[in-house]
Structure formats: C-alpha cells, structure tokens
C-alpha cells in the first residue's frame, strides 16, 4: 500500500477547500492499494469526507487544559482525524520546534489513537529516533523530508532516499517511510517505488493536479 499525503499547510480559505475536498471526494475510491490522506488547516478538518484520511498539521505536546491558542489531541477525538503530522521542517525553522517536543507530541498522538507521521531530514535523524520512547518508536510513520527539497522543485536523487529509508528503518523499526520535497505527477513514480508513500505540498493544493499524481502513484 501507498501513503500520498497533501499538505496545504497554511493554504487555502474556506470556498477554496471545500471546492478541493468536493473534487477529491468524488474521485472515484478505485484504488484501495493507496491510503489517500490530507492534512488541511484546522478550521476545515470536520470537512474532509470519509472517503479521505485526515491528518492535522502538528499538535500540542500538551494533554487538554488551559494551554491557550493549542490543539490538543483530546480535541480532535470526534472529528475523525487519524494521522498527526509532526515535526514538519517547517514547525522546526518558523516555531522553534525541538526534537523533545516533537516527541512530547508523538506521546499525545499516540495516547489518543493518532498515527504520528514524523518528519526528518538527515542532520537531526538520529536525535529525533532518540527522543522518542523506545516502544513508540515503531509505531510511527516516518517521513524523509530533506529542508532544501521542499517547495524548491530541487528534489532529490532516488538513490538517497533508498539510502535513508535503510537508516530510518534501523533507528525506528520496521517502519513504513515516505519522501517528502517536490514531489509532481512527474517525479512521483521514482519515489513510490523506493518507498512506501509521499508527503506532497505545492502539487497536493490543485485539486486536478493531485489527482493526477495520486494515479502516478
Ligand atoms: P513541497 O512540500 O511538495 O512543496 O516540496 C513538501 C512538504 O513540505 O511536505
């Protein structure tokens, strides 16, 4: 099985998403060898239908309580969410993200049924794999996303994402691991076929577009 995740992450206002997810939704379910997954800003997750996974884009390190301005794991019980996304290169950089929180988080997810789906890039691999909890670990799904591939069109040689599926899978466990950086209808098949799925951005925000690089899986 295929995962493909879109990642609007802080894209798109509410016509445009329901407009997208309409699209998405009738798109025929004719492919159950792939997990279909999107991770759309809050406000719009209770709009994703059931034909499509969803995912939040992080998620607070915190349990529910007075941590104003979060989104803990408890608040999403109800609204059908079933993977977190977390430790996004982009959380790191703009929000100061440490690989501890990032594990605080893979705790909460966990703890309220929420796949995690962390992200890595080489530099922080091995301190990220150490400071998640050992049984943890492997019940995660991790993604391989190299900083200087996302939304730059600079995607990376096949080779290397093999290679650090090899390295993520001796630190995690027999681990499903994804690519993620540039990822077009184009480029998708190479990757698919040396790992278990893709983390999309700029190509998952048109609808027409993300369609064609789901059958491209
Ligand atoms: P991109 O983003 O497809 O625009 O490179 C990928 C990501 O950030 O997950």
Known sequence: MKYVVANWKANKNLSEAESWLKTLAEYPSAHPDSELIVAPPYPFL???PP???AAVQDLSPYAAGSYTGAVAARNLIGLG????????SERRQYFHETCQEVARKVDQALQNGLTPIVCVDTGYLAEQAAAIADDQLAQCLVAFEPVAAIGSGENVPVAEVSEMKDRIIQLFGEVFVLYGGSVTPANVMDYTAVSDGVLVGTASLDATEFIQLVEMA
């Open 46 to 48: 209770h709009l994703v």
């Open 51 to 53: 034909t499509i996974s």
């Open 81 to 88: 969410v079933k993977y977190a996304l977390l430790g996004h």
